[in-house]
Structure formats: structure tokens, C-alpha cells
């Protein structure tokens, strides 16, 4: 962990020292250190201290007025001055969250080609597979722990953004740093560039993805599986993390290779772990048990299916069988209730198809089952959507659940924010105040009949940096399911809710760091029960916070 006297001997001098993020200083170079790496001239002469750096950017970041400007801003920090990025996330986390990551990464996306100035990270396109090991090998920082990967088909609820998905793995690796405490030059984001179906992308011609239909296939399986035996090969003790692959891919992917690489998927089993942490502290507020609920899940891609697979697992901890655990669940596609009739069902949903039996005495308003149907019929308790349908949760739907149920759970969980299935100023209306709400975008605090309201946001940062710092800490073969469990259960803890029913079922962002401390011991101390680590729980503390870095300025020292 590093300290604020650490010493750091580099052999950059001038110039090159100024444009080496990792180790440039800007202003904040003392005289000594300006004397020493022949800095004179080359700045301002007033030496600034971190308090006097930190505050100007705020005062920069405040003119520009719009999310794209300061995320570009940012962006910009991180290029030139990688540690004050870093203090400076850390004094503005709550601020600034929603400008690194959802919703603003979304609209960086959308608008990659046009706003590129930097590169981050690596690039693999399928045109250059041949060359994928001899990438990895020139690549200057030897010591990786964390990857994050993206093919781009499936970016937040904005669809296929091929190249422009680079914004998420750079995104979610500045989280790791900042929560999960992991060295910035540990990290490491790629983007598999395998094309992309966009037709707008295509005929852009500032675009700068591979301006090809995307692979599918043999062709698709292949490039993925080079990549894979480079990480094997160059990084073998890194986790791997999957990030927006499409449905088709995500799964299979995740199963092929979770078992041959430290690995896991964060739509699928990060989504799910920080839903099911939300929802054991909103049964905590309502006094009742899981395995009590009836559960509509609108959205049966990665994300709907991951947090069905995590709440039936947690139901059979709790004594219910895999099949009298989804039997309380309910799986709506695009093409409505996944049941004996639907067409097409993928693997990873078959377990969740309704019989015959299960649907006797059910009236159903047209030729398919629709989400107000299933509410009708089902009375649920718990109402999630993962769906990308801005609006989907109808005033009629909402009210028709509250009908039956005293404390309505509504996680209307898909962002970015116009694609949020309902607000919580609607939900908490429609119910008079009595659902239980949180949102995957962030929304403002609520004003309900005189009564504050503060929505949290089932955001997987709570999750991911500190399962990532845990597998990595306790040198994990795997990732199991039941790491996932151990950080919701952890996860819910720390839920405000518990002591003030108007506040949020999400900690605040300044704890995240804290909270993923706990997170990271919880899934070592679990990797350790399922024998997919050796060591010791003697170990885990300090090596846990061995590993979580700090961003303090070191002493420089000249190196020959």
C-alpha cells in the first residue's frame, strides 16, 4: 500500500517526465525534484500543494457545463497526471461517479470515434489475430491483475457501439483503482474489435473500429480463444472480467472459460450479486424471507437471467430445491412470460419456463403473456427490470402489484436513465409511499408527502472492485457463484435502510472503498471454504490490504 513518503527511483527526465501520467506530478514537483529531473522552465515556478491542484480542477471541471465536457475533462487528467486523477476522484467520488461511469460513459460511447484524443488499453481487431501474441508481448506493463474485456455488441442499453465500447472497460478499471484499490498500472482494458452490426458506425467515416459486419461463429469462437491463451500466457494470475457482450456470447463465454482462467462475467454474476444485496436488505426492512417472494424479472438477457440464477442459489442455501427455487420466479422476454409455448428459449433460460400447470386459472388479455398479465395473475412481491424499456413499469402495473402486496420492491434497474423502466418519483406515487425502490441510473432524492426519500442506485461498483481485489488477493483458481453470495450478504449489511426507512438501500459512495475491504475478505474467506485458494485466513487481511494501493505522490529519485 502506498504511502505519502514512499520513494520511487524513475530515470525519466524534462520533458518525458512531464508526459509520463504515472509519474508526472504537474505543479505539485517540489524544487528538489525540479532541480533533480531538470524541470526548471518547464513549469509555472510556484510549487502547488495537492490541496491547491485538487481545487482548481474542481473550480476548471465547474465550466463545463455539460456531462460529455467534464467526462472529457476527466479523461484528459487521467492522461497527463494518472495520481491526482485519483485523489481527485477520491475527494468527489459521489460527485464524479456519475461523470466516469453511467450514465455519462454511455454518451462517451455513442460519440467515441468523434471524441478520441488518447489511447488506453489495448486494441485487438480480428484483421490483426495473427499479431495478438505479439501484442501482448511489447505491451510495457508486466505486472497486470485486472483486465477488463468488451466486444462492444451490448453497451449499458444502447446496443452495438463496436469500437466506442473501449469507454466501459476504461471505465470500470478507474472504479477498480478508486474502490478496489488496484494500481492503475495493474489494470488493464481491451477492447475485441470483431466488428459491428451499427449500421450508423459503418458508414461513419470518422470511425474507428473495423469497418466490418460483425463476426459471428467459428470466425467469432476462434479470435476470443487467441485472446484468452494470451492472457493465459503473459498475464497467468490476472482476473479476467467480462463486460457487454452480447447474449448470444456472454453466457458461453463465461462457462467456457471460468474454470480455465480466474474469470467472471459482471453483467451476469456482478448484476446479480448487487440486486440480491439490495433485495436481502429490503426483505431485512420488510421482516421476511426470500424464499417467501414472488419474483417478476422483466429483461431475460445476461443481466434478467444472472439475477434469476443468484436468487435461486440463494433460495437453496436457504432450504429450497434448484427447481422449487425458480418455480418462484418469473421470466419475461421480449416475446413476454417465458412458458411452454414460447418459441425461442435459451439455455440459460429453460430453467425458469412455466408449465401448463403453473399457469391454470391464469387470464391472459392476448396471444402472449404480458408483463401485466403476469402481475395480475401472479401478485408479485418483487418487481425487477432489466429490460432497456424506458417507461415499461406503467402507472396501471405498478398499481395493480400495490394492490396486493403492503411493501412493494421495485428495482427498475436498466440505464442509462432514459431507459429506466419507471422513475422512483412515479413508484413511490403510484404506491403512496410505500414501495421499496432502488434504480441502476442515478436519480435525485424524492419528495413524497412531506417525506424525503433517497433512491439508491443497484449499482455493480458496490460488487465488483472488491471481488476482483478478493480473487486477486487470495490467488483464486476460480470465481464461484458462491463468492457472489458471500459479497451481496456483505453488501447488505451496510444498507442505511436498515436504520431510516426513507433513506437509500445503497451506502453511500464515500463507503465504497471501505465496504469493498469487507467485500474482497468475505469472497477470499469463501474461495478458501471451496478449496479454490491455499491460503490461509490468517493471511487474508493483510494481504488484501497489501494489495489496495492509495493515491498519494511518492518522493522521486533519480535512477541512471
Known sequence: MAKKRDTVAISLTGPDLLFDPMHNKGTAFSERERKLFHLHGLLPPHVSTVEEQISRLYENIQHR?????????????????????????????????????????GEAALEYSQLYVQPKGLYLSYPQAKKIDAIFKQYPYRDVQVIVVTDGERILGLGDQGIGGMTIPVGKLSLYTLFGGIHPSKTLPILLDVGTNNPQLLQNRLYLGWHHKRLIGKQYAAFVHLFVQAVKKYFPKALLQWEDFGQANARPLLERYRKKILSFND?????????????????????????????????????????????????????????????????????????????????SQKLYVKTHADLKGWKISGEKITLMDVVRNAHPSILIGVSAQGGAFTKEIVQE???????????????????????????????????????????????????????????????????????????????????????????????PALKDPTASLFPPIAKVREISRHIAIAVAKQAIREKVSRMKNSQLTKKVDELMWEPHYPELERRE
Open 401 to 495: 402489484m400495490a394492490r396486493h402486496i403492503k411493501r412493494p420492491i421495485i428495482f427498475p434497474l436498466s440505464n442509462p436513465t432514459a431507459k429506466s423502466e419507471c422513475t422512483p418519483q412515479e413508484a413511490l406515487e403510484w404506491t403512496e409511499g410505500r414501495a421499496i425502490l432502488a434504480t441502476g441510473s442515478p436519480f435525485e432524492g424524492v419528495c413524497y408527502k412531506n417525506k424525503q426519500y433517497q433512491i439508491g442506485q443497484c449499482n455493480n461498483v458496490y460488487i465488483y472492485p472488491g471481488m476482483g481485489a478478493g480473487a486477486v488477493a487470495c490467488e483464486a483458481k476460480e470465481v464461484t457463484d458462491r463468492m457472489f453470495l458471500a459479497a451481496a450478504k456483505t453488501l447488505a449489511l451496510y444498507s
Open 65 to 105: 457545463k455539460t456531462p460529455i465536457g467534464k467526462y472529457q475533462f476527466l479523461r484528459d487528467l487521467m492522461g497527463r497526471n494518472m495520481i491526482l486523477f485519483y485523489q481527485f476522484l477520491d475527494r468527489y467520488a459521489e460527485e464524479m461517479l456519475p461523470i466516469v461511469y453511467t450514465p455519462t460513459v
Open 267 to 347: 453483467d451476469i454474476q456482478g448484476t446479480s450479486a448487487v440486486t440480491l444485496g439490495g433485495l436481502n436488505a429490503a426483505l431485512q426492512i420488510t421482516k421476511q424471507k426470500l424464499t417467501e417472494q414472488k419474483i417478476v424479472i422483466f429483461g431475460a438477457g445476461s443481466a434478467g437471467t444472472g439475477i434469476a440464477d443468484g436468487l435461486v442459489l440463494e433460495m437453496m442455501e436457504q432450504g429450497l430445491s434448484r427447481q422449487q427455487a425458480a418455480a418462484h420466479i418469473y421470466l419475461i422476454s421480449i416475446d413476454g412470460l417465458i412458458h411452454f409455448s414460447t418459441k425461442e428459449v435459451y439455455e
